[in-house]
């Protein structure tokens, strides 16, 4: 049975015992880094056949070249006419929502001119070539194909290259028909570091893409930090993490299956509860011993209850607020009479789910909302993954003869002042007399 221990915020030490419940560092050990740097130099010097060594190697494959290792797109057709009629649909509904939702994200060009003429703006431009990187073997993520792929898509990213793994030859059919649905251009089954390298490198038969997007292991993350710069990231995702606000008001079991929800992805996810109301607490400890014997993941629960799990009391809701916005929880719960009002009171969270039936696993997959949300209090300072991720901002400028002749007066006083004599030249040709 798990033991979540109990926090109270009155008690002497909580803050520096939150901090150290927080805590985490998805740090990569030397054997990691060593590996990883190992696998990016490899890749960028030899290319393909590098890419086929390590598959071949990691991944158990007896793969001569990379065509081998392209899925084709009758393939991925062919799964998805293969899958359930009710799997189907479900994925179908999600990207449709998924869409639905990017839609509204969209930004679109603008400008303005000025009395002399002048003109100011903003051109929106797609990114050209995406790479998408999907966990492989016998997990299972189809959802986060659709919540990467989709907002791509809706930017008007040219080319969406999907990287997948297919350990010992084993594939995902939902996976590929997810792909099929959402519309991914090119897909190879190939994992790891070396996915990731060649996607931000290029090799002969994988293009070097713009961004690398999607979750994976701890040598993918390392990867992704390593290649960034060479191309762009999404991000480097911690553990999944679940907080729920509740008033005392919600059945107990709905809050325990809400904390088993993010418990149950691994040992290292955290699920905590702040309420105000401490027979509140004491039910919900009551509902988690009973239904933990019920779970198939029971273990990976316990563990991660154990482990960064926390009941916290609080003495009012305003606490609870203050408490929220430190943590900056991925999936915030509001389990409360008014979530509307207290969202917004809300300054940090990766998403916020309002109400007592708004279970967070609805946004994992079907919501709308992506579900690429910024971990390990990064809600600070991040936002969820969307599709203006994929889309980037030139400016715009274009003068006027009256306009750069004021404007030229400005930069020659200030670029003389930086000693930058060029720069004020340039500006002082274009005053008028």
Same mark, same amino acid.
């Not at 990016?40 to 070249?65: C, I, K, P």
């Not at 030139?394 to 930069?411: N, P, Q, V, Y």
């Given at each position: ?9 009155? *008690? ?7 901090? *150290?419940?927080?805590? =985490? ?19 960028? +010097? ?41 799997? +189907? ?8 929502? &998924? ?10 060009? =603008? ?124 991000? &480097?995702?911690? /553990? ?6 509740? *008033? ?5 079991? =709905? ?10 992805? *691994? ?20 509902? &988690? ?7 198939? +993941? ?40 008014? /979530? ?5 009171? &809300? ?87």
């Amino acid at each position: 049975m798990s033991s979540i221990q109990r926090l109270n915020t009155a *008690d002497p030490g909580f803050r520096q015992t939150l901090k *150290d419940l927080l805590a =985490w560092e998805s740090v990569s050990d030397d054997a990691v880094l060593g590996t990883v740097m190992e696998i990016l130099s490899a890749v960028r +010097r030899q290319g393909d056949s590098a890419v086929l060594e390590y598959s071949n190697r990691f991944d158990r494959m007896q793969a001569t070249s990379m065509q081998e290792l392209e899925i084709s797109a009758q393939r991925l057709q062919s799964a998805l006419a293969a899958i359930p009629a009710a799997e +189907r649909e479900a994925l179908e509904l999600a990207a449709a929502r &998924i869409r639905a939702y990017a839609e509204h994200q969209k930004m679109e060009s =603008w400008s303005y001119t000025e009395d002399d003429g002048t003109l100011l703006g903003q051109q929106v431009t797609a990114l050209d070539r995406v790479g998408l990187y999907v966990p492989g073997g016998k997990a299972a993520y189809p959802s986060s194909v659709l919540m990467n792929a989709i907002p791509a898509k809706v930017a008007g990213v040219g080319e969406l290259i999907m990287v997948v793994p297919t350990p010992d030859g084993e594939v995902n059919e939902l996976v590929f028909a997810a792909a099929a649905i959402a519309g991914v251009d090119r897909v190879f089954a190939v994992g790891g570091a070396q996915a990731v390298a060649a996607l931000a490198y290029g090799t002969e038969s994988i293009p070097q893409v713009d961004k690398i997007v999607g979750p994976g292991n701890i040598y993918v993350a390392t990867a992704k930090r390593m290649v960034f710069g060479t191309v762009g990231i999404d991000m &480097i995702a911690g /553990p999944s993490e679940i907080l729920v606000v509740c *008033d005392g008001n919600t059945d107990p079991d =709905w809050i325990a299956m809400d904390l088993f929800s993010q418990a149950e992805h *691994d040992e290292d996810a955290q699920s905590i509860l702040v309420c105000p109301d401490a027979d509140f607490i004491e039910r919900l400890a009551a509902s &988690i011993e009973r239904l933990m014997p019920q779970m198939e +993941r029971a273990p990976i629960i316990s563990t991660s209850l154990s482990a960064r799990g926390a009941l916290i009391q609080v003495k009012d809701m305003d606490e609870a607020i203050d408490l929220v916005n430190y943590i900056a929880p991925e999936h915030l719960e509001l389990s409360v009479e008014d /979530p509307q009002a207290m969202a917004a009171r &809300i300054r940090h969270a990766g998403a916020i789910f309002m109400g007592r039936y708004t279970a967070e696993a609805l946004g994992d997959y079907c919501a709308g909302p992506n579900h690429v949300l910024p971990t390990s209090r990064t809600a600070r300072f991040s936002s969820p993954l969307g599709v203006y991720d994929f889309q980037k901002r030139s400016s715009l400028i274009m003068c006027s003869a009256d306009g750069a002749s004021e404007l030229g007066k400005t930069a020659s006083v200030l670029s003389r002042g930086e000693g930058l004599t060029a720069h004020a030249r340039s500006a002082e040709y274009r005053i008028k007399d």
